[in-house]
């Protein structure tokens, strides 16, 4: 099993981050985390080498802090990604947030950098790890129009465009609102398995209390019940989705 999406650098882990890993040994493979904020790089990287083979990395901006970042910030970090792109898995999660961002400015600055975000991965042969919160048929284009070929749209929310991201090759990862969403249900019974990955966005996500990437496991044995399949075969199948999509070695 493989949680292809958390965040292990959120201060909801600083008091027991160790712990949380040495727990998520037990159950799982491998666990992918995303720094989305530059802030938290160096954390980020310190906690990758501190679990070498075990705990992978993802880099990028997430959209809903476009205003809290200038240009320099940006190349800065971009930077900063360049120089450490051995340690690194993936671009982003980047992308598009139309929630929490409304105003139209903002929003095009938000296409820019994605679109920057999708240039560096190019750059750096990394696939892209994609947010599309009430963006997804934008940010489908915008990936269209720029011939992204690797892509994860994570936590994916438009059952209506399931097909059109599939048709695309794109990846799509299911976390564990599927345990109450009809609609991410309904997502899932859309994708086929081998598109498939299993994530949590912990530490959100956690129904009131905070989420943890072993929590995968209640995901992955969610998929089987509804597609009525064998659990063995849901854990093979998205484990070996992530292992060759983020290219993890030695695990």
Known sequence: MIDAHCHLEQKDYDSDREEVISRCREVLKALVFSCANPKDLHKSLDIVSKNPNFVFLTTGFHPEYIKEFSEKDIEDYFSQIRQNKSKIVAIGECGLDYHWITEPEWREKQKQLFIKHINLAKELNLPVVVHSRDAEEECLKILEEQKAKKVLMHFFSDKNLVERAISNGYFISVNTLILQSKSIRKIMKKTPLERLMTETDAPWL??????????????????????????????????????EFFRLKDI
């Open 206 to 243: 956690g129904f009131g209390k905070r989420n943890e990437p072993i929590a995968v496991k209640q995901v992955i044995e969610k998929i089987a019940e509804l597609g009525k399949l064998p659990i063995e075969k849901v854990d093979e199948t998205t484990t070996r989705n992530a292992i």
